[in-house]
């Protein structure tokens, strides 16, 4: 099956500092990715859509200043975290379903971000 | 998209089937039952999905209620790698929108 890289897999920084995460599609094109996190013990959240070569969509409550997104490519999406507080602190997956096949969505295996 | 009620939690036996049910009164004649499994500390990864018919593939099977309004993910024998939550997930045919997950079935395998 189609694979989706995310890296890094955990991440510790100190409050403050900027963090970015990747999000590839190593055997396939993606035209839309999306960013989700989990807090403990809950389900996962959508936060925002990243799309190709214009803006990502935000959901709401979700800050667009603090979590930049980039989509440079059909293969590649990024997710910083800009000034980190420790209420950050997360689970980050993002996801991605195959350009035309939009049925099946293959997913990272999740960045654990712990801010200090 | 459509609700979905699934029960929080679940205990299986190892090397026996378990059946995962997952109640969707209001699903339209358009959605897909798609059900995606999370291991812990994993991204969630596609298991299994269907229309009306009842589907198999090497993972498990999809039984589909007659009237669409409930379904059952059916592991013909539990190992313990397969401890996860398990989400039932409507979706419309074709969409490249979000998945949109509930709190889904946090199954337990038994030694």
């Known amino acids: 099956g189609a694979v989706v890289s995310q890296h890094p897999s955990r991440v510790i920084c100190k409050s403050g500092t900027s963090v970015k995460i990747e999000c590839r599609s190593l055997?396939?094109?993606?035209?839309?990715m999306f960013w989700y996190r989990q807090f403990p013990k809950q389900s996962l959240m959508l936060m925002a859509t990243?799309?190709?070569?214009?803006?990502?969509?935000?959901e709401q409550g979700v800050e667009k200043d603090k979590f930049l997104i980039n989509h440079a490519s059909l293969t590649l999406s990024t997710l910083t975290v800009t000034s980190a507080h420790p209420e950050d602190s997360s689970f980050y997956i993002c996801?991605?379903?195959?350009?035309?096949?939009?049925?099946?969505?293959?997913f990272g295996a999740g960045t654990r971000l712990s801010v200090l | 998209d459509a609700k979905t009620t699934q029960p929080n939690s679940m205990e299986s036996n190892e090397e026996e089937p378990v059946h995962l049910p997952c109640n969707h009164s209001?699903?339209?004649?358009?959605?897909?039952i798609h059900w995606y499994r999370q291991l812990p500390s994993q991204g969630p990864e596609y298991v299994i999905h269907g229309l009306t018919s009842n589907v198999n593939n090497r993972m498990a099977s999809l039984a589909i209620a007659e009237d669409r309004k409930s379904s059952t993910l059916i592991l013909h024998r539990a190992t313990l790698r397969d401890a996860a939550v398990y989400y039932c997930?409507?979706?419309?045919?074709?969409?490249?929108?979000?998945?949109?997950f509930g709190s889904g079935t946090q199954l337990t395998v038994l030694p």
């Open positions: 055997d396939f094109q993606a035209t839309t």
């Open positions: 990243s799309n190709e070569g214009s803006k990502a969509t935000y």
């Open positions: 997930i409507l979706r419309d045919r074709g969409s490249a929108r979000q998945l949109t």
């Open positions: 209001t699903i339209s004649g358009t959605d897909y």
């Open positions: 996801s991605a379903p195959p350009a035309g096949k939009g049925d099946i969505q293959y």
